[in-house]
């Protein structure tokens, strides 16, 4: 015989409402019992506090205590250099040992812009900020992030001056606005 549907859920009903009673009353039910006995009640004694002369001596050192920085820096990882305590002595002799073995190469120049900087502009009102190069008589309109002479890429350009990187060594410069010379 089957069940119908308002049976069905009567029974889920009385389920849900036996478990509510069932949670309610091993977490809730057993809550009003006191304690019978705290571990080590017999073994207590309390602490002498009419003499505090003990305790102000103490408070009184740890207040008078100044702070001495040690010159190491704690947002830097790593040990603090070490300085010479007495005076450097300087040794005369024999001079230093020349390295051995092939020397590194030399750290390459800064990238040099042969080209002259000699205004700026925008076309819209808030568009990109373009440059204007002059290479002999011929004029260069560069962006930021624009490659000239292969290897140099414009980073910034800004009121005074024109900020670049070499895209081979990754090195950077600037060069500053020139003006025309007045006719």
Do not use: C
């Not at 001079?95 to 092939?102: C, F, R, T, Y």
């Not at 962006?143 to 060594?169: A, F, L, M, P, S």
């Amino acid at each position: 015989m089957a069940l119908s549907k308002e049976q069905q859920e009567r029974i889920v009903l009385a389920g849900l409402v036996l478990v509510g009673l069932l949670v309610w009353y091993f977490y809730f039910g057993k809550g009003s019992v006191a304690p019978k006995a705290v571990a080590g009640v017999n073994s207590y004694s309390p602490i002498n506090a009419e003499d505090y002369s003990v305790i102000f001596k103490d408070l009184g050192a740890s207040q008078s205590t100044v702070y001495k920085p040690t010159g190491r820096n704690i947002f830097v990882a790593g040990a603090v250099p070490v300085q010479p305590t007495g005076p450097a002595e300087v040794k005369r002799g024999a001079p230093p040992k020349p390295p051995v073995g092939p020397m590194p190469p030399p750290e390459p120049a800064p990238p040099v812009l042969s080209m002259k900087f000699f205004g700026y502009g925008s076309l819209p009102s808030n568009g990109p900020r373009r440059a204007f190069l002059l290479d002999g008589e011929e004029i260069h309109i560069v962006e930021e992030g624009d490659t000239v002479q292969n290897h140099i890429r414009i980073t910034h350009i800004g009121n005074d001056k024109i900020e670049y990187e070499d895209t081979v060594t990754g090195k950077k410069n600037s060069t500053n606005l020139e003006l025309p010379p007045q006719a």
